[in-house]
């Protein structure tokens, strides 16, 4: 059957991934200082100048930066990061 309209708005405006939240989370004490996020993805960690250990600068960067953060967590060898995207 043909489904009554469930397409909503099929939008105006191009771009693919507006709409996509990212949340990002550091878990601070776990953090072994690698720096890995930071070379990764500057725009959203940074690093402590005293000990190294990461800072969040974003807790919810932009589209185009989804795909370092979301690689960033992968690499991070302690499992700091945690990415939540809806
Ligand atoms: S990659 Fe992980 S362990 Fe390394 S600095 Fe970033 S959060 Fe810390």
Known sequence: MSGESSSEGSGASSGEGKGVTM????????????????MIAPDV????????IVVLLDEQPAPELHADVRESAVVCPAAAIRVIEK
């Open 23 to 38: 949340r990002v989370e550091v878990d601070v004490p776990k953090c072994v200082a690698s720096g890995q996020c930071v």
């Open 45 to 52: 960690f940074d690093q402590r100048e005293e000990d190294g």
